[in-house]
């Protein structure tokens, strides 16, 4: 019951929809495409999820996330350092 229930949840289903899977990223920064993240926030502020990215992914990838977002969050695309100094100040406290 318990697969059941994981299998079927939003989450899930939202994540086995996404555009590209994280190993058609690596392939394309493997080929040398800047690696960037898309981050869905709430309104205040908090991550609902994230994706790795790249230059060429980023329109398909920001359009499904416009499409899939919950109501009154926003889709931001930040540059990786940005948000590894960003989650790194977070746990300094």
Do not use: H, W
């Amino acid at each position: 019951m318990t697969e059941t229930c994981i299998a079927e949840s939003p989450e899930t289903l939202r994540i086995q929809q996404r555009p590209f899977s994280k190993a058609d990223v690596v392939e394309r920064v493997t080929a040398g495409e800047q690696l960037v993240c898309l981050t869905e926030r709430a309104a205040n502020g908090t991550e609902i999820r994230s994706a790795a990215a790249t230059a060429s992914t980023i329109p398909i990838q920001r359009q499904y996330f416009e499409t899939t977002r919950e109501p009154d969050s926003s889709i931001e695309i930040r540059g990786l350092v940005d948000v590894l100094a960003q989650r790194l100040d977070s746990l300094r406290g």
